[in-house]
Structures are given as structure tokens and as C-alpha cells.
């Protein structure tokens, strides 16, 4: 139980150009869901916080107009990251909070950005 | 700011030793502790967590233990074994009831065989 998905895996896109990300939770309801970047050798830093049908919480230096997230479902967030620039490249994670478990978060498998 | 941050960058041991893996957090506040391990290329996955009223919690071969006096997390991995190599992070659940975790920087555990 507690599985989390991301899709795409992986993904190369153009300088410019938009990608959406998808973050699943698929055996539980998740009202709240979580995003990360996470650089090489680095930890991971929180972008934003998804509640399930009102608008995200985005830390302090993360631009709500570049990465828009939408958390249309208790099982669905998605993060796109628009007008993508090489410096957009990296390792986003997503993480999902079980409604019924007021602490435990499951975190997804990664999705790792290329932007050409 | 907040702050959860580990002592060490790199552990190296001996297959069958026991590992331990420090970390220390800066929020007195908090009321939640998790490590994560993760792999090259994938997601944290969790190992243990344990909450502000407990100073100890086992698992199925790691410990971790809480020492509020000194904010101080530590994570025992039992007779380490080489699929324990990766990098585990220690997280805070902070005070607030948002569910936001803040990461510590990491530690990677390299395990000689």
C-alpha cells in the first residue's frame, strides 16, 4: 500500500517550452501533496505544498507564474513547469500525505528534467 | 531559519558492522522525525520515524533515537549490509500541522563488503 507514481520517469524538453508532471497516489486518498526539487548531491528543497482543490502554498523563492501545480483530485497533482530554462534541469519529487494518517507522507520515484 | 542538518557527509563501514548516522535539527518545536534513505535516481524512501514523546523506536534492524535536550537525531542500521548503501536523510516534521518536512542535507553510507 502507499504507492506514490510520478510520470514522466524522465523527460528532455527545449528551452522555452512547458512540461507537466504528474504525481499519483494510487491506493490512497491524498489531500495533501507535496513538491521537491532536489539538485545533484543536494537535499531536497520544498517548492510547494497541494491541497486537493484549492491553490498551492509555494515556499519562499519558488515562482508561483513558473511552476504552476494543480490538485485537482484527492489521487492527482501536477506540476508544470512553464517556459522552461537549462537552469530548470533537475530531479522533482513529489510526495503525497494519506488523509486517514495525519503525519506519514509517501513520496513518488522522481521525475528528472532536461531542458535543452 | 529552520534548519535540520547532518554531522557527517560520508560513512564508510564494513559489511556487518552497525552503522550510525547523526543529524541535528534546530527546531525545538518539532514533533516529528523521519529518515528517508534514497538511491541513485529514485525517490526517499522511508525507514523509521519517531515523535517528540518518544526518545526511542526500533525497527526491523534500525534504531533511531531522539535527544531533545541537545536536538539530536540519530539512525542505528544493525549489521549493515551493502544494499544499505545510499544517502539517508534525516527530516523534520515542524510544528505546525501543514505536513511540510524539512530535509537534512544527507549522509551517504558506503558499505564495504
Same mark, same amino acid.
Given at each position: ?25 494510487? #491506493? ?36 508561483? #507564474? ?21 537552469? #530548470? ?28 | ?113
Amino acid at each position: 500500500g502507499a504507492v506514490v507514481s510520478q510520470h514522466p520517469s524522465r523527460v528532455i524538453c527545449k528551452s522555452g517550452t512547458s512540461v507537466k508532471i504528474e504525481c499519483r497516489s494510487l #491506493d490512497f486518498q491524498a489531500t495533501t501533496m507535496f513538491w521537491y526539487r532536489q539538485f545533484p548531491k543536494q537535499s531536497l528543497m520544498l517548492m510547494a505544498t497541494s491541497n486537493e482543490g484549492s491553490k498551492a502554498t509555494y515556499e519562499q523563492g519558488v515562482e508561483k #507564474d513558473k511552476f504552476l501545480i494543480n490538485h485537482a483530485s484527492l489521487t492527482l497533482s501536477t506540476l508544470t513547469v512553464t517556459s522552461a530554462h537549462p537552469e #530548470d534541469s533537475s530531479f522533482y519529487i513529489c510526495s503525497a500525505r494519506d488523509r486517514a494518517l495525519r503525519l506519514e507522507q509517501y513520496f513518488g520515484p522522481g521525475t528528472r528534467l532536461t531542458v535543452t | 531559519g529552520e534548519s535540520v542538518g547532518l554531522h557527517l557527509p560520508t560513512l564508510s563501514v564494513q559489511e556487518g558492522d552497525n552503522s550510525i548516522i547523526n543529524c541535528a535539527y534546530s527546531n525545538s518545536a518539532s514533533d516529528y522525525f523521519i529518515w528517508y534513505k534514497q538511491e541513485s535516481g529514485k525517490g526517499p524512501q522511508f525507514i523509521i520515524d519517531i515523535r517528540s514523546n518518544m526518545d526511542k523506536r526500533q525497527g526491523q534492524r534500525v534504531t533511531v533515537l531522539l535527544n531533545k535536550t541537545v536536538k539530536h537525531l540519530s539512525l542505528q542500521i544493525a549489521a549493515t549490509q551493502p544494499g544499505d548503501s545510499a544517502v539517508y536523510f534525516c527530516a523534520e516534521g515542524g510544528s505546525s500541522n501543514t505536513g511540510k518536512l524539512i530535509f537534512g542535507q544527507g549522509t551517504t553510507l558506503q558499505v564495504k563488503p
